[in-house]
């Protein structure tokens, strides 16, 4: 449950976002169609697509629920964190069986964990009603739009554009035109 109205305009902006983006993913996906079917792009794709869907769908969910007079955003919190460890543990299961590149999904795992955890953390805390875990809850989503934004990004050139990459690159330890990452 929402202690005061101060957060109401937050969640209706996350929610707002949130859906922008995933409408905007949605015309992404659609505009390399061939880079979703090519063997060499098929599992960079889909892993960066299905990560993209998870972090901002959500943050609609939470934000949704937690508009929703005498919700217990809490159980809400906990069952959403769960769904991100689902998707945590498949994508190690690809990155342990070989089906993509391990170096450059390591992070999209370390950021879902973290979301997961922090998450998972402020849920078990306002389900024992304390109030002070919803500040927590709302950088989790923050967190969530940053994460989606990054691998909607990732998706349209197929490349790896993170920060450390990035990095890499303007220190001149890699070409810029590096090859395509497979997270």
Known sequence: M??????????????GAAAALIGLLFVAVSVFPERARQAQTQVAFHNRASAALLVLTNALVLSLAALVPGTTLGW????????????????VRSLVGGRTERGASLGVVVALLLLA????YAGIRLVRSDPTALSTL????????LVGISRAWQLVGLRDTGLLTSLRILAGFGPADAKPADN
């Open 2 to 15: 929402i202690p005061s109205e101060e957060y109401r305009e937050f969640f209706v902006a996350i929610a």
């Open 138 to 145: 709302c950088y989790v989503l923050i967190g969530d739009l």
């Open 117 to 120: 955890g922090f998450e998972a």
């Open 76 to 91: 809400w919190a906990v069952w959403m964190s769960v769904t991100v460890l689902m998707f945590v543990a498949a994508t």
